[in-house]
């Protein structure tokens, strides 16, 4: 029976810049996927490769700041059930890439994303790609759910991080995932953000709202509020319960259904939108395949 490699690509916002790396490194090995799902950022970076523009994408990624990166999710703290509506950024990879069909498309590819009624996991198999990327990160509390058919759609990180069984049930035989998450709560990694301020995102556009009404009312009734020192933003706390459940997840859904191969990246030093760092983190997916290489040796010879 011939191998049929699937590649399962795990939701971690700038984290999933090293998923570029990954396929690099693997494509290095002649390791080419047959099946792509996604959850995420993961869903985002598997769609840049079922539809060829994987480099492109790349160095797009390799360009943006953490600025750059909001000015494209469409900031409204008036949206409704998030602060972005993240429609700018789909727009923009539709105009620049093209939209596609993903029941056209040569590989198959599934996004994965969860009813925030029901709660229940949905594969996207169907319709526009794009459209199914932005379903699968709409994060909570950060980008708005998405209407589709009778449903309002949820990030996939929240049911299915590393979509392992998503892979086999599209056909893979074996299937590479790639985890994240696995070093996501590690206490020294969070005490050196907490001081660097790297996850505080509220310094970027909510900190500045939240600026202003304090100086104002400082103005206003002549007070001194107290000297300003870290504490979480309100980022910070939906990205780190985000991040905690996750783990948890992911711990299950890996044990009850293990890949065959799993990639577990060393990324817990970077933050939820640290971009800047875009070089280092692909660098980091490449690493991590070198670094493993001898889980990949069965995957070379068909039975």
């Known amino acids: 029976m011939k191998k049929k490699i699937g590649l399962a690509l795990g939701s971690g916002a700038a984290r999933g810049i090293c998923h570029f790396g990954v396929i690099r490194a693997l494509e290095e090995q002649n390791i080419r996927p047959d099946v792509i799902c996604g959850t995420s950022v993961g869903a985002l970076v598997g769609a840049a490769y079922v539809t060829g523009h994987l480099s492109a994408l790349e ?13 494209h999710l469409d900031i409204n703290l008036f949206a409704t059930g998030g602060i972005a509506d993240g429609e700018k950024f789909i727009h923009f990879l539709k105009t620049k890439y093209g939209d596609y069909k993903i029941e056209d498309l040569p590989i198959p590819f599934a996004a994965i994303t969860c009813d925030m009624s029901s709660g229940k996991e949905v594969w996207l198999t169907e319709g ?30 929240i049911v299915n991080p590393v979509p392992v069984s998503v892979c086999r049930a599209l056909g893979a035989t074996h299937v590479i995932g790639v985890n994240l998450n696995h070093d996501i709560l590690s206490p020294k990694e969070q005490k050196d953000k907490e001081k660097s301020g790297l996850l505080n995102l509220d310094n970027t556009v909510l900190g500045k709202v939240r600026d202003r009404l304090k100086q104002s009312l400082t103005d206003r009734f002549s007070f001194n509020p107290k000297p300003k020192e870290y504490a979480p933003g309100i980022l910070d706390v939906i990205s780190c319960t985000v991040n905690i459940m996750q783990d948890r997840i992911t711990r299950s859904r890996l044990a009850g259904d293990p890949a065959d191969v799993i990639f577990n990246p060393r990324l817990s030093h970077i933050g939820f939108l640290e971009t800047e760092k ?26």
């Open 59 to 71: 160095d797009w990624f390799c360009e943006q700041t953490s600025r750059k990166m909001l000015s």
């Open 128 to 157: 526009s790609i794009w459209d199914a990327v932005r379903a699968s990160g709409a994060y909570p509390g950060l980008l708005s759910p998405v209407r589709r058919e009778n449903q309002w759609l949820l990030d996939g990180g």
């Open 278 to 303: 875009a070089i280092d983190i692909i660098e980091e997916g490449k690493k991590c395949v070198l670094r493993n290489a001898e889980q990949l040796a069965h995957l070379h010879d068909d039975d």
